[in-house]
C-alpha cells in the first residue's frame, strides 16, 4: 500500500548490495505490480545498466522485457 515507502526501501538495498541481480528484478516486478510504471522503468533500467556493465546476460534480458512492460505502463 505505501508506494514511497517501498521504493525508499528497494532504494535502500540496491544501495547496499549493487551487485544482486534479484533486487532489482523484484523491485521492478513490485512497481509493476502497484502499478507504478515510471519507478517500474528506473529500476529496470539501472539492472540493465548493471547488466550491461558486468555483462550479465540473464539479467539484461529480465531487465529488458520488465522495462518495455513498464513503458506500458507510463504511455
Known amino acids: 500500500g505505501n508506494v514511497a515507502g517501498a521504493v525508499a526501501e528497494f532504494d535502500a538495498l540496491i544501495a547496499r548490495h549493487p551487485d544482486e541481480p534479484k533486487f532489482y ?3 521492478t516486478e ?3 505490480s502497484a502499478k507504478q510504471g515510471e519507478a517500474a522503468v528506473r ?3 539501472g539492472g540493465l545498466a548493471k547488466a550491461q556493465a558486468t555483462g550479465n546476460r ?4 529480465a531487465c529488458r522485457e520488465l522495462a518495455d512492460a513498464a513503458r506500458r505502463l507510463t504511455k
Open 25 to 27: 528484478v523484484t523491485a
Open 58 to 61: 540473464d539479467l539484461e534480458g
Open 30 to 32: 513490485a512497481m509493476l
Open 43 to 45: 529500476f529496470a533500467e
